[in-house]
Every structure is written in C-alpha cells, then in structure tokens.
C-alpha cells in the first residue's frame, strides 16, 4: 500500500521470477541487497527494483531495474543447487562480495551475498572509537570479533565490561583519564 520494500541476503533460484508490481498508484520501490538473483527481475515505471551488493544473471535484469552499487554477475557457485543446497563453495565470487557498511557475517567477514554466510570468509579487523562509533565500551564489546580493538576516548564510563570471551585489545586514551568506574 505505498511502502518501499527492502529484501536483504537471500537466494532466488530461477523457479519463480521476481515481479515487482504493488499497484494502488504507488510509487514504493523495492531495494535488493547482498542476495543472489537467478531468474529475471522486473520492476514497472512507477516502482523500480534497485540492486546493491547482489549477485545476478547476465540479461535477466528486465524493465526497470537498476544496478546502483557493488553488483556482480556470473555464476555464484552453489555446492549444489539441483539438490537444494545454496551455500557457497570456497572459490565463489559472492564470499566477501555483500555490502560492507553492513554488519558482519558471524565468522568475523564482509557479509557475503545470498541466504547461507560462507565459512570461507576472511575476517574483517576493524578497531571501532567509543564514543565515536559507541556510546558505551560494552557496546563496543559486543559487536566486535577476535582480533578487533575497542578504542576509549578520555573520560569516566560508569559501567561494568566483560569481554565475553573475545580476543580483542580495549584500550584508553590514557590511564590517568579514561577510567571506568
């Protein structure tokens, strides 16, 4: 009824077309992102389909649709579609390949495109500024992989922290004035 629409990390075979036509006289537009796109893709002049960071078939992008940022073509390498299993093999070009302002996938990597994150990702090391990026260090904390660093500002954070387990590096600006109380 007049929303856009956003499809993010998934796999469409070539089974059934994508067809974007919502009616009413909308203007709604649908937005694509980090999948794999087998079969054709069609939006109508007054809702386009915009596609980031996804994968699709060479001459199957129909009327209307428009490759913005970070698109790819070609085959993404499926272990076996023709038995139903759509995780990637370890020489696809989708491994790595989502957009990556988005969050990672859960080894640590640039999200990959399609539905299954691949377990052949290479893990991303980012070093992430509290307050800058967080407002908290535990935010920080939780949102970063092995191998990150957490960055503290000068100032008094009241607040508890717990590592959970991850291997990173949190650091302040300076021992006499970044303190956690």
Known sequence: YGDDCYI???TF??????????GYDTDAKLTIYNSILLGQVNGNHLNPVNLYYSNYKSGYLGDNVFTIEGNITGNPLFVNSSSGDYN??????CIDAG??????????????????PSVYGTPMIITFL???DFPKIQDAINYSFDGDT???AAGTYVENINFNGKNIVVQGEDRETTIID
């Open 8 to 10: 993010t990390n998934c």
């Open 13 to 22: 075979d070539n089974t059934i077309d994508i067809s974007f036509t919502p």
């Open 88 to 93: 990637l093999q370890s020489a696809s070009p």
């Open 99 to 116: 957009d990556p302002n988005t969050q990672r996938d859960i080894d640590g990597s640039q999200v990959d495109m399609g539905a299954f």
């Open 130 to 132: 509290v307050p800058g």
């Open 150 to 152: 957490v960055l503290v």
